[in-house]
């Protein structure tokens, strides 16, 4: 299974670690951020990596070059970043089958091998793996909405009023025909193709879409204190083992 890890954005909020680097590059721990998700999809045995860059590029192709832990890399440009649904269609000339996508600026460690294993069952389509957090996170991120039978039947970005607390994490499992419904997204209030908005038209098209509930610790950086929240993160990681 190919991972297309989406790692073309500015980090503007990471300023000035960003000023003269793509925030995949930023360190966490001495190390790449970039390289933590990296190790789990290895860990989960992904076959290739189709890396989407953009900010900086360059920087990110002379660090990584054509392999990962012995994974190959594949590069694709994303020229304008215009939402995820839109960087995700920048790898779909690279993709023909099921295959995982991971937000390359989150750190992570859990039950990520749950995500493959589900969307390895016959019929299903897609698989997402969903944290419950406070209503003020969710606000700032994609949102599942629930029938009384706690079903998912839809899911809407950064809501103002959250409908659940139940929301998206970094890692996403796919078959190809998510592709369509990202062409057949329109941008959204903020100029964006949300991927949001392509999951929520599978689900109004009765694809099977399962969720898996996170187990563990994630941190997604955006700012300076969710580095240092990542960076204690990776040191527990470490301790652990």
């Known amino acids: 299974m190919k991972a297309v890890v989406l790692a073309a954005g500015q980090g503007t909020r990471l300023r000035p670690l960003t000023d003269d680097k793509p925030k995949p590059l930023v360190e966490v721990g001495g190390r790449p951020l970039l390289s933590y998700g990296l190790d789990r999809l290895v860990e989960l045995g992904v076959s290739e990596f189709v890396l989407v860059v953009g900010y900086r590029k360059e920087a990110l192709i002379e660090h990584y070059d054509d392999e990962y832990a012995g994974v190959p890399i594949t590069y694709v440009h994303q020229r304008e970043q215009k939402g995820l649904a839109h960087a995700l269609l920048t790898a779909e000339s690279e993709v023909d089958d099921d295959f995982l996508v991971f937000n390359g600026d989150n750190v992570v460690w859990g039950n990520l091998r749950e995500v493959v294993e589900c969307q390895g069952r016959d019929g299903v389509h897609a698989t997402l793996l969903v944290d419950e957090v406070s209503r003020a996170e969710a606000a700032d991120t994609g949102v599942f909405v629930t029938d009384d039978e706690g079903r998912v039947t839809a899911v809407v970005e950064k809501p103002d009023d959250p409908p ?64 240092e929240r990542a960076q204690r993160l990776v040191a527990r990681m470490a301790d652990e083992g």
Do not use: K, M
């Not at 998206?168 to 419904?181: K, N, R, S, W």
């Not at 057949?184 to 929520?200: F, H, K, M």
């Open 164 to 227: 659940s607390t139940r929301v998206l994490t970094g890692l996403f499992a796919f078959d190809p025909t998510i592709f369509h419904a990202c062409h057949l997204v329109q941008p959204s209030d903020r100029g964006e193709y949300e991927l949001t908005d392509a999951i929520d038209l599978f689900l109004r098209a009765h694809r099977r879409v399962e969720t898996v509930p996170f187990e563990g610790d994630r941190v997604n950086v955006n700012t300076p204190d969710d580095r």
